[in-house]
């Protein structure tokens, strides 16, 4: 218990100097900023959640106490606490019995993923509401903070006042919150999957690594994916947060996408090439992820998969 403490504080204490290594401005500091979570995954990766909840309490305490509650209160809900819960589905486990010998059946990698989609959603959703409560004061509380920001200069180079937006703050207003669903679903997602390669390569996960490629979604993962598709036409406030709870959902299943890929191409002898070409030009252009999400749904409505006699199992409800 003692050491378990003492690990959960120097994974708090990391986790901390990471998220306010964003107060510096520099551009390094942004990369140590979304690596915050991951110090506090490892401790439930490869200590125990409750290590992990100690790291969250710890950190977000120290915050507090340097930066003021706001601070602190970011970096509960988009850090510690995704980390947290995150780390304890990564863990979890229940007894199952094969060939009459007692095993574990772990939760699936796939639930996980949708609930990092779920929990970026939910804190854009957050952020959304902490600007204002409808249409207007939305736009007026973060144009001005963009206006702030970005500092627009008019024609003759005198700096154009706070609330007095033009179309970029406007498209900003409109684009910033799928864009940071979709940026907070992967940062969820790749500091998991770092935490998870760090503790099995100390030796400490106590856990099989997941078979990633054949991970699935529950059939209810592509209608609510559907509502909020819908949900996002229908304008407002309302329509900005269906459209972040999309994004979010629909980066998920770019992830699956991926997972499909990755066993549709293991006959191909150019198969380093393929993923090396697919992944490098997500990372560099980004839009060809559309693809990939496009071929997680193809995945869920035809069994892309299970046509290549590589089909994975449906999942047990967990």
């Known amino acids: 218990m003692i050491q378990t403490a003492l690990f959960g504080i120097g994974a708090g204490a990391a986790g901390a100097l990471l998220f306010a290594s964003i107060a510096s401005g520099s551009l390094l500091s942004l990369v140590l900023f979304y690596l915050a979570p991951l110090p506090i995954m490892i401790a439930a990766l490869g200590w125990t959640h409750l290590a992990a909840m100690i790291a969250t309490a710890g950190a977000t305490l120290a915050l507090a106490a340097v930066f003021g509650g706001v601070f602190a209160l970011a970096f509960f809900a988009g850090a510690g606490l995704p ?34 989609a779920s929990l970026a959603a939910a804190l854009v959703c957050m952020a959304i509401m902490a600007f204002g409560m409808d249409l207007e004061s939305y736009r007026a509380g973060l144009g001005g903070a963009l206006d702030k920001l970005i500092q627009i200069r008019n024609d003759d180079g005198s700096v154009r006042p706070t609330g007095t ?57 592509a209608g609510a994916l559907a ?19 999309a994004a979010a959902l629909l980066m998920a299943y770019g992830v699956l996408g991926f997972a499909v890929l990755h066993v549709v191409t293991r006959a ?8 090396g070409g697919t992944y490098g030009a997500v990372i560099v252009f980004g839009w060809p992820v559309l693809a990939l999400c496009l071929l997680g749904l193809g995945e869920t409505a035809f069994g892309i998969r299970a046509r290549f006699g590589q089909g994975p199992k449906p999942p047990r409800p967990v």
Do not use: D, Q
Request: proline share 11%; with cysteine; glycine share 10%.
């Open 83 to 116: 980390a947290w819960w995150l780390g304890y589905l990564a863990m979890l486990a229940r007894p199952a019995g094969h060939n009459g010998s007692a095993t574990l059946e772990w939760y699936p990698p796939g639930r996980i993923v949708l609930w990092a």
């Open 227 to 245: 509502l909020a598709a819908i949900g996002s036409f229908t304008g407002g406030l309302p329509g900005i947060m269906c459209g972040a709870i």
């Open 165 to 221: 937006r033009g179309p970029l703050i406007e498209f900003l207003v409109l684009a910033i919150p799928p864009a940071a669903a979709v940026l907070t679903t992967i940062t969820h997602i790749f500091n998991l999957w770092l935490a998870g390669r760090v503790v099995k390569f100390s030796g400490l996960l106590k856990r099989p690594w997941p078979e990633l490629p054949s991970m699935t979604f529950p059939p209810l993962a």
């Open 268 to 275: 191909v002898r150019a198969r380093p090439f393929v993923l």
